[in-house]
C-alpha cells in the first residue's frame, strides 16, 4: 500500500507554505513577496493534494494525483521558458513535480495503490476520465484490475 508518498507530500506542503523562504533561496531565487506567494500557493496545493488521497489512496486518486503533478511539471517547464529570471526555479518545480508523478505511475503499474472505496475515491473515478490523456493513466491502473 501507498502509505509512505502522502505523508512526506505533507510535510513538504506544509514547509512551504509556512516558511518559503529557505526553498526560494535553495533554487536562486530573489526572496521577494510574488515569489514567496507563490510557493505557499504551490504548498497550499500539495498539502491538500495529500490531505484529500489520504494514508491509502484508490487507483483513482493516485491516477488523478499523478495527472495533477504531471500537469504541474509542464506548467513549470512554461515559466522557465517565459520567465528568464525565474528560469532555475521553474525548471527546480518542474522535476520535483516531475518526480511526484513518477511516483505516482509507478505506484498504478505496480498495483500499490489502497482502498477501491470511498467518497473521494468515487469523485475522482468521476473526474478523471475527463481530463486530458488521464486515459493512459486509467489503462494503467484497469491492467492492475
Known amino acids: 500500500m501507498r502509505t509512505a508518498l502522502e505523508p512526506v507530500r505533507?510535510?513538504?506542503?506544509?514547509?512551504?507554505?509556512?516558511?518559503p523562504e529557505p526553498a526560494?533561496?535553495?533554487v536562486g531565487i530573489?526572496?521577494?513577496?510574488?515569489a514567496r506567494v507563490v510557493a505557499r500557493v504551490l504548498g497550499l496545493r500539495h498539502l491538500t493534494q495529500s490531505v484529500l488521497s489520504g494514508a491509502s489512496p484508490g487507483p483513482?486518486?493516485?491516477?488523478?494525483?499523478?495527472w495533477v503533478d504531471a500537469v504541474h511539471a509542464v506548467t513549470s517547464l512554461t515559466l522557465a521558458f517565459v520567465d528568464r529570471d525565474r528560469?532555475?526555479?521553474g525548471c527546480v518545480d518542474a522535476?520535483?513535480?516531475?518526480?511526484?508523478a513518477a511516483l505516482g505511475y509507478r505506484d498504478l503499474r505496480s498495483g500499490r495503490v489502497g482502498n477501491r472505496?470511498?467518497?473521494?475515491?468515487?469523485?475522482?473515478?468521476?473526474?478523471?476520465?475527463?481530463?486530458p490523456g488521464s486515459s493512459l493513466l486509467e489503462e494503467r491502473w484497469e491492467e492492475e484490475r
Open 95 to 100: 522535476a520535483v513535480a516531475a518526480g511526484w
Open 24 to 26: 526560494l533561496r535553495s
Open 60 to 66: 483513482s486518486l493516485v491516477a488523478m494525483g499523478t
Open 10 to 19: 505533507a510535510a513538504y506542503g506544509a514547509l512551504l507554505l509556512a516558511a
Open 87 to 89: 528560469r532555475r526555479a
Open 30 to 34: 530573489v526572496d521577494d513577496e510574488r
Open 117 to 131: 472505496s470511498g467518497w473521494r475515491e468515487r469523485i475522482a473515478a468521476t473526474v478523471l476520465p475527463v481530463l
